[in-house]
């Protein structure tokens, strides 16, 4: 089994933080103040593509340390 560097690991932490911080706004937005919103709506819309970008980005990050370890 292959040991992974802590340090690159860490590298991930902000984008956990953001993936947080994009659900919890989701929540907050969802709030009936602002049901009337369509800004609030497209925000709502938007934070599963936001997510999924996030997520392509870790795959990339992930990728290349892999590849540093390689070497």
Do not use: W
């Not at 819309?45 to 070497?71: N, R, S, Y």
């Amino acid at each position: 089994m292959k040991t992974h560097s802590k340090r690159k690991e860490l590298i991930m932490m902000p984008l956990l933080l953001i993936t947080i911080v994009l659900c919890i706004g989701g929540h907050y937005i969802l709030q009936p103040n602002y049901q009337d919103s369509s800004i609030a709506e497209y925000a709502l819309a938007a934070l599963p593509f936001l997510m999924f970008a996030v997520v392509l980005v870790a795959i990339k990050l992930a990728i290349k340390a892999d590849k540093q370890e390689d070497e």
